[in-house]
């Protein structure tokens, strides 16, 4: 296929430009969470999501409007995503229950009560109810202008929210002590930084689906981290692994396809990953290949 | 003169054991207040307690007459064993930087101003060819100097270390002790988790001994660091 | 054997061959490497399902036990890379394998009926609709004798491995002066977990196997430290969530395992409220 040919259809460049816009978000946000050494919030939120977007569906059907608008789903998702973060900090922080474990538990209490939501939705006659399937699997294809919209304008917030408050960001996930002795207090920090990253989850579950948005928020970060020194860096580079993957994923899934796009996706960043663990400068395997070919010096 | 540490009451409790009982401490203005005891004795918690970093079940403590939001810029706390990732991709210049957030508050972003100051904070420790180094590549003692630092860019009028020589180089331990006749010198405040007994009456003038989470004695070193005092914290036989 | 009857067993067997082993998940820290391999299961199967085109052959549960297998394997080996921060190396396989497996489904398998819904979810009602008959009398559900060997495999191995296996959790380090195949061992049980898992999904679905393998140890680890009270808390408790889920779920005619996910959600925090609120209490005095 000719890239002209790529261009002019209206569903491959939207595919395309959402998935780039999810990548970039994920991939920058999803820096803060793997430096707190917490990467698998975005499983937890993907999982939490799912009450999330049925309340707000209930909620916008009561209030008489289109249940199924993606701002809507949004802040739902968002909402019930920050609180599951909290809420398992909270469990470890007034417990003797890991940070797992908690992660854990109310990744599943929230999702069983989605799938109960679920099925209550079912069971009602109510307009444009979706599917399971829909936030296990994703479905790229269905990506309209309006979620393009909707998803570059909250990914453009969010990481404007990360750039102004950058030194805040950096020195909570640094050191958490630290930022609080200095009155960046954790209760007004800690929702900050985790809505950020449900924000970044979020926006890409209706496209890829719940399972496979987690890899978009651990890979990029993962890779980035073994070419870079600052944090700076880190964020941008993961960005860009992150936007880079998505847009190539999505163009192979068309030509190649028709073949899913997230999946197709996954696996680039997966590839990404492998490569920058085993080639980068801080690489392990370099580093043991470059000793065997020059021995020490007596 | 008001004192700047005071502490009242404090009592911590982990997990149903009690770890520091109604401890209560007056730091004046302008000594160097040692803390010591034997290991299990509160020391750390102490300081984590005045400093809210652990939530104490009792008492308080006030810093300058305030409590300790009041008076944030004014107190710095150089920690032991950070919860720190060292692998985290950071350069010394910049966590030195970070001790000057305090004083810019939310938002603002630190200029020329906080960068000259730590710069300072870091010739001062002997590390200022270390700025652009990444903290994982660190030897344990100029990490330690790293974390003195960046207390130092915060300028506070009250220092609470704990313990800074552990485990340290003679090269960072000597750096260390420059600073802390430096801020005698300049009249600031510190408290001084330390684990030495032999070497308490070389750095501090004033001590708080302490023994199985209580305080067994609090005030100058002539009068509060004799050897019945160290006995009784130390749980030795006459 | 009457329907019902036989269903609320399953359920509870289930329940209790998930939380054994979810004893030492707890204690180990693994139980997102958990949910980890429960969203393995998936690409598995479908793996499993296209060497033999039979969704009831046994080398399905082989097949996804194996990509459990491979989610830990590859998660301990990332770890020792030391290139890695906190928990990433749990979080960057399973996604790529579950990636392979809707590519395969898709691609290969669009004509066949693999329903996506029982297999993520689960259906207990369905999974108690094979039988077992003996010599002409159905006693019960043959998935409810699955379970029961996945149970006895999983009580036998904590009978025979709990000295070594606890020493390996609290002390890895002094357990490998000891002589004891700390790395082998840790394998081995994430093995067996990963088959726990594996024939649960049936009845509990990938998701939701989580919970009941995580929940009663995590519940009574809040109250309780000493191994033989916390396995004989988290069986209760096990049980307790199982058939309360059960029922509540039946009463009102909706999904029985994310009822139970539910139930287990909230007994978690009934205990966690009441243990901190006696904590506190005796702190005052």
């Known amino acids: ?298 | ?238 | 054997m009457i329907f019902i009857v036989s269903t609320f067993l399953l359920a509870l067997v289930t329940a209790v061959a998930c939380a054994l082993p979810g004893v030492f998940v707890v204690l180990r820290k693994s139980s997102m490497l958990v949910d980890g391999i429960s969203h393995a299961v998936f690409p598995g199967i479908v793996v499993g399902y296209l060497f033999t085109h039979d969704l009831h052959s046994p080398w399905l549960i082989l097949g996804a036990a194996l990509a459990g297998l491979l989610v830990v394997a590859g998660a301990e080996w990332l770890r020792t890379t030391g290139l890695l921060s906190g928990d990433a190396p749990q979080g960057l396989i399973f996604p790529a394998l579950f990636a392979l497996g809707v590519i395969l489904v898709t691609s290969r398998m669009s004509n066949v009926h693999l329903d996506t819904h029982v297999v993520l979810v689960g259906d207990l009602n369905l999974a108690s609709f094979d039988r077992l008959t003996v010599g002409g009398v159905d006693i019960g559900p043959s998935h409810l004798y699955v379970m029961l060997v996945v149970l006895t495999l999983n009580a036998a191995f904590l009978a025979a491995l709990l000295p070594p296996l606890t020493a390996a959790t609290f002390d890895p380090a002094h357990a490998r002066t000891l002589g004891i195949p700390v790395t082998g061992l840790g394998l081995a049980f994430m093995f067996l977990v990963s088959v726990t898992i594996t024939a649960a999904f049936h009845a509990a679905g990938a998701l939701l196997v989580i919970a009941l393998v995580v929940a009663p140890a995590a519940t009574a680890h809040l109250f309780t430290t000493r191994l033989a009270s916390l396995i004989g808390w988290t069986v209760a408790i096990a049980l307790l969530g199982a058939g309360a889920g059960f029922w509540l779920a039946f009463a009102s005619d909706t999904a029985t395992s994310a009822m139970m996910a539910v139930i287990y959600g909230a007994l978690f925090l009934i205990v966690l409220v009441a243990t901190r609120r006696g904590s506190r209490r005796h702190r005052l005095r």
């Open chain 2, 1 to 238: 003169m008001i004192p700047a540490a005071e502490v009242r009451g404090l009592s911590v409790s982990y997990q149903g054991r009690p770890v520091l009982r109604d401890a209560t401490m007056t730091v004046p203005a302008g000594v160097v207040m040692g803390v010591v005891g034997p290991n299990g004795s509160g020391k750390s918690t102490l300081l984590k307690a005045m400093l809210g970093l652990v939530t104490p079940s009792a008492g308080e403590a006030r810093f300058f007459g305030s409590a300790l939001p009041r008076v944030r810029q004014r107190v710095g706390y150089m920690p032991q064993h950070t919860a720190v990732d060292w692998d985290f991709p950071t350069t010394v210049g910049d966590v030195v930087l970070m001790g000057t957030y305090g004083r810019l508050g939310w938002l603002r972003r630190p200029g020329r101003t906080e960068r000259d100051t730590a710069a300072r904070a870091m010739e001062s420790t002997g590390i200022g060819d270390l700025a652009g180094r990444q903290i994982g590549q660190l030897s344990g003692g100029q990490r330690q100097r790293v974390f003195l630092a960046r207390t130092l860019a915060q300028q506070p009028d009250l220092f609470v270390m704990d313990e800074p020589f552990q485990g340290v180089d003679a090269v960072s331990q000597q750096a260390i002790v420059d600073v802390l006749h430096r801020l005698r010198r300049e009249g600031r405040t510190v408290i001084l988790v330390h684990h030495d007994l032999g070497t308490v009456t070389t750095y501090c003038d004033h001590v708080t001994l302490l023994g199985a989470g209580r305080v067994i004695s609090s005030g100058g070193v002539d009068k509060h660091f004799t050897d019945s005092h160290i006995a009784a914290a130390y749980g030795l036989a006459r």
């Open chain 1, 1 to 298: 296929m000719t890239p002209a040919a790529f261009l002019s259809d209206h569903t491959f460049v939207m595919v395309t430009a959402g998935t780039t816009v999810i990548g970039g978000v994920a991939g920058a946000l999803g820096s803060f969470a793997y430096l707190r050494r917490q990467s698998l919030v975005s499983d937890v939120i993907s999982h939490a999501a799912l009450p999330g977007t049925l309340l707000a569906f209930l909620l916008l059907t009561a209030l008489g409007r289109d249940g199924r608008t993606m701002l809507g789903l949004l802040i739902g998702a968002t909402v019930t995503g920050t609180v599951a973060v909290i809420a398992a900090n909270a469990i470890t922080r007034h417990s003797r229950v890991a940070i797992d474990t908690a992660m854990a538990l109310v990744l599943s209490t929230l999702f069983g009560l989605g799938m109960l939501l679920m099925q209550h939705i079912q069971r009602r006659p109510l307009p444009g109810k979706g599917d399971i399937q829909d936030y296990l699997f994703g479905n790229a294809s269905t990506i309209t202008r309006a979620d393009l919209t909707v998803s570059l304008a909250v990914g453009t917030l969010t990481v404007g929210v990360v750039a102004v408050f950058w030194k805040e960001f950096a020195v909570a996930t640094f050191d958490r002590d630290l930022a609080g002795l200095l009155g960046f207090h954790h209760r007004i920090l800690d929702p900050l930084i985790f809505g950020a990253i449900a924000v970044a989850t979020v926006i890409g579950l209706k496209a890829v689906g719940l399972v496979l948005m987690v890899a978009f928020v651990v890979t990029p970060p993962a890779a980035a981290r073994q070419w870079t020194r600052t944090l700076p860096g880190m964020v941008i580079v993961s960005a860009l692994i992150g936007a880079g993957a998505s847009a190539l994923g999505a163009y192979l899934s068309i030509v190649l396809g028709p073949v899913p796009t997230g999946p197709v996706i996954v696996l680039v960043l997966f590839l990404v990953f492998i490569v920058s663990l085993l080639l980068s400068p801080r690489s392990i395997v370099l580093a043991a290949y470059r000793r065997r070919r020059s021995p020490a010096l007596p």
